[in-house]
Nanobody, 122 residues
């Protein structure tokens, strides 16, 4: 299973970007799909997650109200709509998927995308 993340780029503070994560195989995951990010010199952190049917979403406090995670199972793609971007959102963003539910959206991801760089200028 491969996850292909795309949509990163350079944007000014206050702007928006939409990241996409396309999977290579349908029905490979019955657990959470999520987005994580890693800023230069920092550890990777959780950003958002969504259940396999899209019924529930979860966000880090730092992005709540600004980011929206969604999925289109027909296209086997997960999206991260990022609005009101701040310079502190600058990071490489990774999508990830659990093969099956691990009971937590913070860990237990089996598949990872290659990352897409988001740079927010002030």
């Amino acid at each position: 299973v491969q996850l292909q993340a795309s949509g990163g780029g350079l944007v000014q503070a206050g702007g928006s970007l939409r990241l996409s994560c396309a999977a290579s195989v349908r029905t490979f995951s019955s657990g959470f799909m999520g987005w994580f990010r890693q800023a230069p010199g920092k550890e990777r952190e959780f950003v958002a997650a969504i259940t396999w049917n899209g019924g529930s979403t979860y966000y880090a406090d730092s992005v709540k109200g600004r980011f929206t995670i969604s999925r289109d199972n027909a296209k086997i793609t997960v999206y991260l709509q990022m609005n009101s971007l701040k310079p502190e959102d600058t990071a490489v963003y990774y999508c990830a998927a659990q093969r099956y539910s691990k009971g937590s959206y913070y860990f237990g991801y089996d598949f990872w995308g290659q990352g897409t760089l988001v740079t927010v200028s002030s």
